[in-house]
Nanobody, 126 residues
């Protein structure tokens, strides 16, 4: 089966940085949109960032407003890995972050996702 495995979460202080990684396996995701969502207990899973690409590079990407200017989504085809670089972290960024993949970029933007990772905890102290 297809798998998405996240890593890189942790406990940091306000203003620190983290780099989340998502290693994909089980199938090729070259034709898939991929992204990151986050969720806190009792709340809906929130879209954070998404990216779609081909051999020519990134086609398009999108970020939640609160992440713009601080977070960067990227990929590495050589290692089949998706990244989320998070800078200037704030306590409100605290959540479980999930890697996501779907054949439809537009569906992902609407919260519809075919494949989810297991999640990695990000905690930002005040």
């Amino acid at each position: 089966q297809a798998q998405l495995v996240e890593s890189g979460g942790g406990l940091v202080h306000t203003g620190d940085s983290l780099r989340l990684s998502c290693v994909a396996s089980g199938r090729t995701f070259s034709a898939y949109a991929m992204g990151w969502f986050r969720q806190v207990p009792g709340k809906e899973r929130e879209f954070v960032a998404a990216i779609t690409w081909n051999s020519g590079g990134v086609i398009k990407s999108e970020y939640v407003d609160s992440a713009k200017g601080r977070f960067t989504i990227s990929r590495d085809d050589a290692t089949n890995t998706l990244y989320l670089q998070m800078n200037s972290l704030k306590p409100e960024d605290t959540a479980v972050y999930y890697c996501a993949a779907d054949v439809s970029y537009n569906a992902m933007l609407g919260g519809i996702v075919e494949f989810w990772g297991q999640g990695t905890q990000v905690t930002v102290s005040s």
